[in-house]
T-cell receptor, first 110, second 111 residues
Framework: QKEVEQNSGPLSVPEGAIASLNCTYSDRGSQSFFWYRQYSGKSPELIMSIYSNGDKEDGRFTAQLNKASQYVSLLIRDSQPSDSATYLCAAINQGGKLIFGQGTELSVKP | DTAVSQTPKYLVTQMGNDKSIKCEQNLGHDTMYWYKQDSKKFLKIMFSYNNKELIINETVPNRFSPKSPDKAHLNLHINSLELGDSAVYFC??????????FGQGTRLTVV
C-alpha cells in the first residue's frame, strides 16, 4: 500500500464546474498535509496546506481534512482552463518524511 | 531572488559518466530534500538532510551520494550513470512540519 494515494485520473471537468480531488494516507501519525499544483515541465508549487480537521478555504480552493478517515481532499470552484495541471497530495509522516501521492491530472475544458 | 535554486536545469550525458547537481536555498530552512520524478510524474523521495545531517536515505543505489556542506546547500553526485537514471530531479527545502519549496528541477538525460 502506498503511503499517500490519489486517483491518477485524468479528471476532466467543464469550465465553471467544481473539480474534486481526493487523497488518502496510511500513516495515522501524519500531521501536516499539502496540495501542490504542477504544470507540465515546471516544478510543484504549493497551493494549500492543512493541519487540522475540517475545511480550509483560500479563494476558489478548499482543502478538507478528516484524520479519522485518513482522507484529504481539494475542491476547486469555478474551474478555469488555467487550472489544468497535475495536482499532488503530500503528507509529512510520523518519521518526518514529506511523501507525495502519484498525482491527479486535471483537465478543465472551455 | 530565487528561494531554491538548482543547477544545471538540463543535463545530457553518456552512460558511465559521473555528474553533479547543485542546490541552494536562501530561506533559512533547516531541512532539504532530493526527489526523483519519473515519466509518470511520481515524486519519489531520495534523501533528506536536516542541518547538514542525513536523516532520510531511501533505497537508492550507492551511485547516488548527497553532500551538504552547510544547511543552505545540498548537492547530489551520481556515479556511473545508467539509462534508468534519466528523470527530473528536484531539490526542495522546508522548515520542520511546514510546506516545502521546490527548485526548478534538473532534467537529466542519459544516452
Amino acid at each position: 500500500q502506498k503511503e499517500v494515494e490519489q486517483n491518477s485520473g485524468p479528471l476532466s471537468v467543464p469550465e465553471g464546474a467544481i473539480a474534486s480531488l481526493n487523497c488518502t494516507y496510511s500513516d495515522r501519525g501524519s500531521q501536516s498535509f499539502f496540495w501542490y499544483r504542477q504544470y507540465s515541465g515546471k516544478s510543484p508549487e504549493l497551493i494549500m496546506s492543512i493541519y487540522s480537521n475540517g475545511d480550509k478555504e483560500d479563494g476558489r480552493f478548499t482543502a478538507q481534512l478528516n484524520k479519522a478517515s485518513q482522507y484529504v481532499s481539494l475542491l476547486i470552484r469555478d474551474s478555469q482552463p488555467s487550472d489544468s495541471a497535475t495536482y499532488l497530495c503530500a503528507a509529512i509522516n510520523q518519521g518526518g518524511k514529506l511523501i507525495f501521492g502519484q498525482g491527479t491530472e486535471l483537465s478543465v475544458k472551455p | 531572488d530565487t528561494a531554491v535554486s538548482q543547477t544545471p536545469k538540463y543535463l545530457v550525458t553518456q552512460m558511465g559518466n559521473d555528474k553533479s547537481i547543485k542546490c541552494e536555498q536562501n530561506l533559512g530552512h533547516d531541512t532539504m530534500y532530493w526527489y526523483k520524478q519519473d515519466s509518470k510524474k511520481f515524486l519519489k523521495i531520495m534523501f533528506s538532510y536536516n542541518n547538514k545531517e542525513l536523516i532520510i536515505n531511501e533505497t537508492v543505489p550507492n551511485r547516488f551520494s548527497p553532500k551538504s556542506p552547510d544547511k543552505a546547500h545540498l548537492n547530489l553526485h551520481i556515479n556511473s550513470l545508467e539509462l534508468g537514471d534519466s528523470a527530473v530531479y528536484f531539490c526542495a527545502s522546508s522548515q520542520e512540519g511546514i510546506e516545502a519549496f521546490f527548485g526548478q528541477g534538473t532534467r537529466l538525460t542519459v544516452v
